[in-house]
């Protein structure tokens, strides 16, 4: 009812209000009791579309798909997913009813859509059987999974290139990969980072599928890229009896991890050699050298740096893989040179275990330190000669020198001019190493030589700890500054005078027949004194005296008498420095 006060433009507005609520009610209910309108064609909801769409289906394809088959009460006539298998079937061959044949062009994978067909695009009149009655409009909740057309090729999409290629893949090589297999729905069946190993294997002779075969050449080591492939170049219709179902696609994102083939020898690449290279190692050489060892992906593996200390070894002997052996033939001292060694020429199929996989190829940067022979002797090189040079140094003369001690590679060791001393020494003493030795003889005083001592020459193997590696080879430049003759081989003590016949009575000072050390000390060393005998240079005075001593005390009572001492004197078998 309509209660004033209203105006009458206000009861008019209220009574049109009142009517149209009243329409709208009829309507709906007429609505709700009429027959349903048919359909004249299928109608498409699309529940869910992925983000991007590689490929939509077309008249043609093969396309893999769940659905769920329902009445328009929602009652179920039917699922692939309750027989646990995709619908497989080619689109617009009729071999789909023909809603099916139209709803399913243009789905994307992974698309989903709810389909309502007609009966005329359905099953008709006639049904099917006792599932489907007569005239009846079907719903299909249909997943598309995978799509492929008997025309395709293996699709490639390479999505990282290393900034160098020097070498592709090609029929026979043989690589490392990494892969993830998966269905073109994104579904994982395989992995071999989940195995956490490579896949090895030849390219191109039919050890892979066709598409991967194919899909693997021309890539380089370090690419990345997806390669698709159809069933027919995948496990065609049967799949491979677990995860992969008959009639898939795969899709599978490779990255190359390493390429070689069985013919390849060792490469040597990056060469810096030195301006000054005298000589080249040999077969039989013995090398030290450093190195850095990755695989041809770049993962490092080993290293002479991080242990700090030379890999030392035998070259073409056998003591190191054989890519090795070879690649260091024909080094300089201070060379440096990427060797590339193939499997085949380093651990072969089974590597070493943890650090180098099987069938891997080893690269490495490696800097030549320094380089011997065991054959080889002192070598010495004249820098500079005086004009004047009456004496040489020989075995027992006192040499005083300078010098300045270094590795092949540069390496300082050690100079007598940072003490501001010389290096004093008696030659033939064993008091310098053996190639020391070698190279002070015959040298003037004012000569100046350049030496180079193999470590058999010089400290050898062990070397000197915190200074001097071992198995190293020296360099000395040396400068001879001083020099005292030395005595007669197997002398300490010279007279320079006639020898006294009454010598015993000299040294016994208290006359008591016997010759104590400080007698015998203090005589010699006023002989030394006085210019009438000479002792050894470069010994310890004293050192000698009491060997002199020990020498003359026959029975070792601390004493000479007069008998020891001409009992002594008489023996010609052995000489007497008295």
Not at 1 to 26: G, H, N, T
Not at 83 to 92: A, D, I, M, P
Not at 264 to 276: C, F, R
Request: aromatic fraction near 10%; proline fraction near 5%; glycine fraction near 10%.
């Amino acid at each position: 009812k309509i209660r004033a006060p209203f105006r009458l433009s206000e009861v008019k507005m209220i009574q049109c209000v009142q009517r149209m609520l009243y329409l709208s009610v009829l309507v709906a209910f007429a609505a709700c009791n009429a027959p349903p309108v048919p359909l004249d064609d299928i109608l498409i909801e699309k529940t869910f579309v992925p983000e991007q769409c590689v490929r939509a289906v077309k008249v043609g394809d093969y396309v893999r798909y769940h659905y769920n088959g329902m009445f328009p009460d929602g009652k179920k006539f039917d699922s692939s997913y309750d027989r646990g298998s995709t619908y497989n079937v080619f689109v617009g061959k009729k071999q789909l009813i023909q809603g099916m044949d139209k709803a399913l062009v243009g789905m994307c994978i992974n698309e989903r859509r709810l389909v309502k067909i007609p009966p005329h695009l359905a099953y008709g009149k006639q049904g099917y059987g006792d599932i489907i009655p007569p005239d009846s409009i079907l719903h299909f909740d249909v997943l598309l999974l995978d799509v492929w057309n008997p025309e395709d090729g293996v699709q490639i999409n390479t999505y990282h290139t290393p900034s160098t290629c020097s070498r592709k893949v090609e029929v026979s090589d043989y690589v490392r990969y990494h892969y993830n297999g998966t269905l073109l729905d994104g579904t994982l069946f395989d992995s071999s980072h989940t195995r956490m190993r490579t896949y090895d294997t030849y390219v191109g002779i039919g050890w892979l599928i066709a598409g991967m075969d194919q899909g693997l050449l021309g890539m380089c080591v370090g690419e990345r890229r997806i390669i698709t492939m159809p069933p027919s170049l995948g496990y065609g219709e049967n799949g491979d009896g677990s995860d992969i179902p008959g009639q898939a696609s795969l899709v599978f994102d490779v990255i190359l991890l390493d390429l070689h083939n069985p013919r390849d020898g060792i490469t040597v690449t990056n060469q810096k050699v030195p301006e000054s290279c005298t000589r080249k190692s040999i077969a039989g050489d013995f090398v030290r050298y450093h190195y850095n060892g990755s695989l041809l992906d770049g993962t490092f593996f080993d290293s002479s740096y991080s242990r700090n200390r030379t890999y030392d070894t035998y070259v073409g002997r056998g003591y190191v893989i054989a890519g090795m052996d070879e690649g260091l033939i024909g080094v300089c001292v201070g060379e440096r040179r990427t060797i590339t060694i193939p499997p085949h020429l380093a651990y072969g199929e089974e590597g070493t275990g943890t650090k180098i996989p099987g069938s891997a190829v080893l690269v490495f940067d490696v800097h030549i330190i320094d380089f011997h022979n065991p054959s080889d002797n002192t070598q010495i090189t004249v820098t500079y000669k005086p004009e004047t040079c009456d004496k040489q140094a020989k075995k027992g003369d006192f040499v005083k020198y300078h010098y300045n001690a270094s590795l092949m590679d540069g390496t300082d060791i050690d100079s007598t001019h940072n003490y501001g001393k010389t290096y004093d020494i008696v030659l033939g003493a064993n008091q310098v190493v053996p190639g020391m030795e070698d190279g002070l003889m015959n040298m003037c005083v004012g000569e100046k030589r350049h030496v180079v001592i193999p470590p058999h020459l010089g400290y050898g193997e062990r070397g000197v700890t915190d200074e001097v590696p071992g198995s190293a080879v020296l360099v000395f430049d040396i400068e001879l500054i001083d020099m005292e003759e030395g005595l007669p081989e197997g002398y300490m003590f010279i007279w320079n005078d006639d020898v006294s016949p009454d010598l015993f009575s000299e040294m016994d000072k208290n006359d008591d027949k016997q010759v104590e050390p400080s007698e015998f000390t203090d005589y010699i060393l006023r002989q030394v004194n006085d210019g009438k005998g000479r002792l050894a240079p470069g010994f310890d005075p004293y050192r000698i005296i009491d060997n002199m001593f020990s020498n003359q005390d026959r029975n070792g009572d601390g004493k000479i008498t007069e008998a020891e001492f001409k009992l002594k004197a008489d023996e010609a078998a052995a000489h007497d420095e008295l």
